[in-house]
């Protein structure tokens, strides 16, 4: 599979994450934030798992609880919290620094240099998003504040160290996805009981809600992420990101009857622009991967020219 339907397919998890909040507003029980991270990943995880059928082994026992607590077990807690505390859409605009977040993780993890574009790239998309989500508002919740920047860092970090680890050999991202998603959910399940208590009574659209999420929402869309992940450099992938802020707007207008302003329409258009050209390839890559396609192809003549001259003594 070539680059762009990489890139096309990754995005599709972005842009699922970003009909969650209509989902939850419209079919599911209030305010229960952790009941509702739990019903994402637990069942997702369990059912990939089953699909997979293969454990860790080894140090992957640790690291995919590392990793299922920072892109899942920490990451959904503290995203809901930030969500709840803060006005508007300054937690969307909070989680749009991730891409910046990520590009100073990856100088430190996976050796990769910031570059001037890669750092204008992610503030014109924060400031993109910021034209699309925020609004007037009161004081700002410390709270809420400090728990989007940590559940922001949390997915930052977990994308990047997801592309340093990997995967062992002869397993593929379903089985890492379904590692994750366990990990995550078996973390959030008693900080649910303790602090939400039992379950709430579920109707059938709750029902149905919940469904969603745990499938499409979380199950298909976190698999194609660190599908991603495994394919295209972590800046690249979380690039992607603003596009669950955008969705957002877009199915509020059309499902929930929300207007779109003038500035919101120049905002998704930043957010946008800056998402495509955060799939640009930085020059070192490219010459990286060129030069090592033409060192291949002078190998393989080199090993033809060789073969011919044994046959010919």
């Given at each position: 599979m070539n680059r762009s339907a990489t890139i096309?397919?990754?995005?599709?998890?972005?842009?699922?994450?970003?009909?969650?909040?209509?989902?939850?507003?419209?079919?599911?029980?209030?305010?229960?934030?952790?009941?509702?991270?739990?019903?994402?990943?637990?069942?997702?995880?369990?059912?990939?798992?089953?699909?997979?059928?293969?454990?860790?082994?080894?140090?992957w026992w640790w690291k995919a609880a590392v990793l299922g607590a920072l892109n899942i077990g920490a990451f959904?807690?503290?995203?809901?919290?930030?969500?709840?505390?803060?006005?508007?859409?300054?937690?969307?605009?909070?989680?749009?620094?991730?891409?910046?977040?990520?590009?100073?993780?990856?100088?430190?993890?996976?050796?990769?240099?910031?570059?001037?574009?890669?750092?204008?790239t992610g503030v014109v998309a924060a400031f993109g998003v910021s034209l699309v989500v925020l609004k007037a508002a009161g004081a700002i919740d410390a709270v809420g504040l400090l728990a989007g920047l940590a559940a922001t860092v949390s997915m930052a970090t977990g994308t990047?160290?997801?592309?340093?680890?990997?995967?062992?050999?002869?397993?593929?991202?379903?089985?890492?996805?379904?590692?994750?998603?366990?990990?995550?959910?078996?973390?959030?399940?008693?900080?649910?009981?303790l602090i939400e208590g039992a379950p709430p009574a579920l109707d059938g659209r709750a029902v149905g809600g919940y469904l969603y999420l745990a499938l499409a929402n979380t199950a298909v869309s976190y698999w194609l992420w660190f599908r991603g992940i495994g394919r295209l450099t972590a800046t690249q992938v979380t690039f992607l990101g603003p596009l669950s802020p955008l969705?957002?707007?877009?199915?509020?207008?059309?499902?929930?009857?929300q207007a779109l302003t003038v500035v919101q329409l120049a905002g998704m258009g930043l957010a946008f622009g800056a998402t495509v050209a955060g799939q640009l390839q930085p020059r070192s890559v490219r010459a990286e991967r060129e030069?090592?396609?033409?060192?291949?192809?002078?190998?393989?003549?080199?090993?033809?020219d060789v073969t011919g001259s044994a046959l010919r003594r």
């Open positions: 096309l397919l990754t995005a599709l998890a972005p842009v699922s994450w970003g009909t969650t909040y209509a989902v939850t507003t419209e079919f599911l029980p209030p305010d229960r934030p952790l009941f509702t991270g739990l019903m994402r990943a637990l069942p997702a995880g369990l059912l990939l798992l089953g699909l997979a059928r293969v454990l860790p082994k080894g140090a959904f807690p503290l995203l809901f919290l930030s969500a709840y505390r803060l006005p508007g859409g300054l937690a969307a605009v909070v989680g749009s620094v991730g891409p910046l977040v990520v590009v100073g993780l990856s100088a430190g993890l996976l050796g990769q240099r910031p570059t001037a574009r890669s750092v204008v990047v160290l997801t592309k340093r680890w990997g995967r062992p050999d002869g397993v593929g991202p379903l089985a890492l996805t379904g590692w994750q998603l366990t990990a995550g959910g078996l973390l959030i399940a008693p900080l649910a009981l969705t957002a707007a877009i199915v509020g207008w059309a499902a929930l009857g030069s090592f396609s033409s060192a291949e192809r002078n190998h393989r003549k080199d090993s033809m």
